[in-house]
């Protein structure tokens, strides 16, 4: 069965230091996997995707995730954490043949000034 | 471009009601998702359609029910609700081109609490 996992529920960072917010998945085949994030009371936004290429995916808002295929990872980061960076934020893997995402379970990340 | 627009955003039913949740995708795109959000499961998929067939289905009971018209928007709709219906019910549109894996854009959702 395809699952992703986020490890950690919570994230605490220091404003302008760099952050991680772990991924691990479990696919059969290829992966298709996406970062999303969702402020307060509010839909989820896409961050980024990674489909095939390259290793390290750039997305919106200075993030970037390296899918990592042997470790079955896809770590989301950015050098320099930012206040309105806190939300949460969700990993996600697409199911093939279809348009079902798998989400984890989320994970709070809070950036203190 | 408008965005993904869900109606209502806000919606209060008592419980054995039923209720039916709107949602307009983008301009073109032809999949849309549905998905609850609750505390304790998380994000659940519910249904996709596409091309006004169901493509996937989640592991919903029968009182969750879709549909999508042909010009892409598309209602679900919950009979006899339940207490634990109580979620943010978030839809998704995607363009789906031939050959393309696209990303996947969300609405604002619809707030259901079931009293």
């Known amino acids: 069965a395809q699952s992703v996992a986020q490890p950690e529920d919570q994230v605490n960072v220091a404003e302008g230091n760099p952050l991680t917010v772990k991924c691990t998945y479990s696919?059969?085949?290829?992966?298709?996997l996406f970062w999303y994030v969702q402020y307060p009371n509010r839909g989820l936004q896409f961050l980024l995707k990674?489909?095939?290429?390259?290793?390290l995916v750039k997305g919106s808002y200075g993030f970037e995730a390296e899918f990592n295929k042997s470790q079955t990872s896809f770590h989301l980061k950015k050098p320099s954490a930012l206040v309105s960076d806190s939300a949460l934020y969700f990993c996600?893997?697409?199911?093939?043949?279809?348009?079902?995402?798998?989400f984890g379970q989320g994970t709070e990340l809070s950036v203190k000034p | 471009k408008a965005g993904v627009t869900q109606t209502p955003r806000y919606l209060i039913k008592t419980r054995g009601q039923q209720v039916t949740l709107s949602c307009s995708p983008i301009?073109?795109?032809?999949?849309v998702s549905w998905y609850q959000q609750t505390p304790g499961q998380g994000l659940q998929f519910l249904f996709e359609?596409?091309?006004?067939?169901?493509?996937n289905k989640g592991n919903f009971p029968g009182r969750f029910s879709g549909r999508q018209f042909s010009n892409s928007r598309s209602e679900m709709n919950v009979s006899t609700l339940e207490l634990g219906d109580s979620a943010l019910y978030l839809c998704?549109?995607?363009?789906?081109?031939?050959?393309?894996?696209?990303?996947?854009?969300f609405g604002s959702g619809t707030r259901l609490t079931v009293v």
């Open positions: 998704a549109s995607s363009l789906e081109g031939k050959g393309a894996v696209d990303g996947y854009t």
């Open positions: 696919v059969s085949g290829n992966p298709y």
């Open positions: 990674y489909i095939t290429g390259d290793n």
């Open positions: 996600a893997v697409r199911v093939h043949g279809g348009g079902k995402l798998i």
């Open positions: 301009s073109g795109h032809r999949s």
């Open positions: 359609y596409f091309s006004e067939t169901q493509r």
